[in-house]
């Protein structure tokens, strides 16, 4: 059963920009950290960036720090990954994810409870 729902994926050139959505239909966000992940073809599931439930707090990947910026709306129960400066490297299914309790900045994905089905964001010229 699909908790979260993301969108907002496409095909971008190089130094390109994109901004993810993550949308909890059947739950409110309200009270859940936003993690999200992206895997890659052949690689494991790379944690990216999460928010805690509030907003107040953000952590990011070394890889995305400084070109990727993570938010939410809770008045929308939405979250928004804006990718910016966007590398072939970057290419791969994002996934969105939930996470129940105390805020974790591990990044690890056994940390959240519900997860979208992902959208593909693929960096070429």
């Known amino acids: 059963q699909v908790q979260l729902v993301e969108s907002g994926g496409g095909l971008v050139q190089p130094g390109g920009s994109l901004r993810l959505s993550c949308a909890a239909p059947r739950f409110t966000l309200d009270y859940y950290a936003i993690g999200w992940f992206r895997q890659a073809p052949g690689k494991e599931r790379e944690g990216v960036s999460c928010i805690s439930s509030s907003g107040g707090s953000t952590y990011y990947a070394d890889s995305v720090k400084g070109r990727f910026t993570i938010s939410r709306d809770n008045s929308k129960n939405t979250g928004y990954l804006q990718m910016n400066s966007l590398e072939p490297e970057d290419t791969a299914v994002y996934y969105c994810?939930?996470?129940?309790?105390?805020?974790?900045?591990?990044?690890?994905?056994?940390?959240?409870?519900?997860w979208g089905q992902g959208t593909q964001v693929t960096v070429s010229s």
């Open positions: 994810a939930a996470q129940r309790g105390t805020f974790r900045t591990s990044l690890s994905w056994r940390d959240y409870n519900y």
